[in-house]
Structure formats: structure tokens, C-alpha cells
């Protein structure tokens, strides 16, 4: 035994290969130093059988931006959104997260415009600042259909914290969205709601934007992910042609297969 900071003993410890159900953890240094099965050697905390393992590691959340605009139209402090985002994080047990960062906007709706690059700076700030618990990678969110995406995508690629990107479509009638009465009771219910002639237009202009856009951006996008050799993942895998296209974009994962 070397000196430790702190033995947590009477837990039990999940490793990669077994559980150990009744065991002990010597920390040094801030880092796991020993562990091993029984009694814990010298003076240790009493666990009393509560777990130790792994931190969580999180591919896909859309909170930090619940953060930054708590309420419609209403911006917070981004680096004080990412500090009490990142607490809520480590507090779950999450000690690697993959932010995502919506990389979109779209004319005449402010609230779709995630606002990546102020995000994606304020994170930087805090973890230059040792303001963070959990380590923070940058997972871009790209909507395939939207006019200024691969611009958009571009800004922020060659950031040395981008780990992932989303290959996604919203576009009435497919994948998340493919039943359009749910999709208009969910823009009904959200925010102040709108009304049926404003949805018929929204949905157009989806319409548009995909056939005029889609395909070239798909390209764009998939060839800009592997020239910098980012991971790509599909989202909302509805159909096989779904699957297939994914696999023919060498696509590495799956995020929220919807029917398979």
C-alpha cells in the first residue's frame, strides 16, 4: 500500500469485467490508485454497500441549450448556463459529456438557431477556467435540409474539442416526425403554439428547404466528417433505407432508432 488521500471500503465495485460485491478503492491524487475484495486495508470510509463505478459517459443532450434559453426569447449568460449545466451533469454521475450543439438556423425563426459558436466558446472559457467537473466534447447537430448548414458546420469543425456529428432530418412526414397530426399537436403545444395556416406554411417551407437542399448538404457534410475523421452518427433511423443510406455514409451510430 502507498499513501492515499482517501479508502472508501464496505462498497461494491463494478469493473469492467466483474462486480465485486463487497470491496475497497484507494484514492491518490485525485486518481483511482489500488482496489481489491474484502476488508479495506488501514482506515477507510464506510461506503455502507452503496456503488462504485465508471462515470457515465453522455453521446447526446440537448440540455445545455435548455440552460441558455430557459424560456422562449429569454438568453442567459452562456458561461453561467454551462456551469450549472455541467453541475446537474456531474451530480447524475455523468463525467463525460458530448454536448450538442444545434448547428442550424432558419429565417424568421429565432428559436431554432441554437447559437453553437457562443456555446461552444463559453465551454472552452470554463474549462480554461477549471470551472468544470465532468470532461466536455462538442457533438455537432447538423439538420441536413437547413440553406446554411454546411457553412455553419464549417465554423466549427476544425474546433480540437469536435467529437461527433449528427446527421439529422426534421422534415415533416419521415423519421421522428412521420406522423403529422402528432408533429402539429406538438408545435400547437409549444411555446405560445401556432395555428393551423401557420404550421401549412412551416411544413412548406420544410418541403422546400429539403428538396432544394438536402441531398448537396448531405454530401457536404459527410465528406467534411471524414476529412477531419469525425465520427458521424445517424438520428432517427425509421426505415432500412434508413439504415442503408447510414451505412453507405460509413456512419459509426445510431442515435434513437425509432422502429428498429
Request: charged share 30%; proline share 5%.
Amino acid at each position: 500500500m502507498t499513501k492515499h488521500d482517501i479508502i472508501l471500503g464496505n462498497a461494491i465495485v463494478v469493473l469492467a469485467d466483474r462486480v465485486i460485491e463487497r470491496g475497497w478503492v484507494a484514492i491518490a491524487d485525485g486518481r483511482i490508485a489500488e482496489f481489491g475484495e474484502g476488508d479495506a486495508p488501514g482506515r477507510a470510509e464506510d461506503a455502507a454497500g452503496d456503488l462504485i463505478m465508471p462515470g457515465l459517459i453522455e453521446l447526446h443532450t440537448d440540455h445545455l441549450e435548455a440552460h441558455y434559453v430557459p424560456r422562449p426569447k429569454v438568453f442567459w449568460d452562456p458561461l453561467a448556463a454551462v456551469i450549472s449545466y455541467d453541475g446537474q451533469l456531474a451530480t447524475s454521475g455523468i463525467t463525460t459529456v458530448l454536448d450538442s450543439l444545434r448547428v442550424w438556423r432558419e429565417d424568421g425563426d429565432e428559436e431554432v438557431d441554437g447559437r453553437p459558436g457562443s456555446l461552444a466558446n463559453a465551454i472552452a472559457s470554463a474549462r480554461d477556467e477549471n470551472l468544470l467537473r465532468a470532461d466536455h466534447f462538442l457533438h455537432l447537430r447538423c439538420e441536413i435540409p437547413m440553406p446554411s448548414v454546411v457553412e455553419e458546420a464549417k465554423e466549427l469543425i476544425d474546433r480540437p474539442d469536435v467529437r461527433l456529428m449528427s446527421l439529422m432530418d426534421h422534415t415533416p412526414g419521415q423519421r421522428q416526425f412521420r406522423d403529422e397530426v402528432k408533429l402539429r399537436d406538438y408545435y400547437r403545444g409549444k411555446g405560445g403554439g401556432k395555428t393551423d395556416a401557420e404550421l401549412d406554411a412551416l411544413f412548406e417551407k420544410r418541403f422546400h428547404y429539403q428538396k432544394t437542399y438536402a441531398a448537396a448538404n448531405m454530401r457536404e457534410i459527410v465528406a467534411l466528417a471524414h476529412q477531419y475523421e469525425i465520427p458521424l452518427a445517424s438520428h432517427d433511423d425509421t426505415t432500412e433505407e434508413n439504415v442503408a443510406d447510414a451505412i453507405q455514409d460509413r456512419v459509426s451510430v445510431a442515435e434513437f432508432p425509432t422502429t428498429m
